[in-house]
């Protein structure tokens, strides 16, 4: 004679399911045909992402003023249309991780060390935040200081009264 099957029970709280004298348990439940929603398929980022979102958190710390080596800023002026958000960021994407590589002009008077370190927790924060991708490291390039802009000239003082 052969026992009756025990019937499978669900433990509350989570998808396990369990025979009442524990002696068994069965596969996790899955919704449909292939498991959970967000499991199925894949989700591919393009470096062109990673590379906007990184120039945007660099120029939003204080002390940058601009991204991107002299001649590429002064092709953008030349071509105001074709002026490129992502200037200044070079980014390699892997299919966990990144590496991101950024030129940057700083404000005269501004700490060079200080804006730099800023930099890299802002661009870590909202590539990670916003990808999920673990940013294995930022290199920063400081190709310029501006200067202030003195729009009028300073005129030497008389020595005659």
Sequence with gaps: MTEPMAQAVRTPGTDEFRTPADSTTLEPARSGPGGAPATRGRTTIAGGVVEKIAALAAREVPGVNAMGSGLARTLGAIRPGRASVTRGVKV???ERQTAIDLEIVVEYGVSITEVAAEIRLHVIA????MTELEVVEVNIAVSDVHLPDRSEPELP???LQ
């Design 92 to 94: 390699e994407v892997g």
């Design 126 to 129: 909202a590539v990670e935040r």
């Design 157 to 159: 003082e008389s020595r």
